[in-house]
């Protein structure tokens, strides 16, 4: 059963930081690409950032480039996503995700059909 678990969520004021994690179990971690998605109430869940099985291809959203930076330690069965420069429009739940294969394929790395399994989310909020 594989089983994907955030952490590392909480209250920030804005310009601070946090790190999220996102630990992996169930399958071969390194045969698949990882991502973060996330979703503010009210609001469709949005791309934040991705990679794919090595960490060497990396993907953002345009208001996440200079401030978010994705990677994975496949040593660990863990993605991470380091947030810098938080602003209060970040505030969201915070979702990891597991790829259908290694590597994506042209832009399917912001969508969410190309992913097959979730985690159940942290809380990020950041106050101004």
């Known amino acids: 059963q594989v089983q994907l678990v955030e952490s590392g969520g909480g209250l920030v004021q804005a310009g601070g930081s946090l790190r999220l994690s996102c630990a992996a179990s169930?399958?071969?971690?390194?045969?698949?690409?990882m991502a973060w998605f996330r979703q503010a109430p009210g609001k469709e869940r949005e791309f934040v950032a991705a990679?794919?099985?090595?960490?060497?291809?990396?993907y953002y959203a345009d208001s996440m480039k200079g401030r978010f930076t994705i990677s994975r330690d496949n040593a660990k069965n863990t993605a991470y996503l380091q947030m810098n420069s938080l602003k209060p429009e970040d505030t969201a739940i915070y979702y990891c995700a597991s790829g259908r294969g290694p590597f994506y394929s042209g832009s399917d790395y912001s969508r969410t059909t190309g992913y097959n399994y979730w985690g159940q989310g942290t809380q990020v909020t950041v106050s101004s």
């Open positions: 169930g399958r071969t971690f390194t045969n698949y690409a």
């Open positions: 990679l794919n099985w090595s960490g060497l291809s990396t």
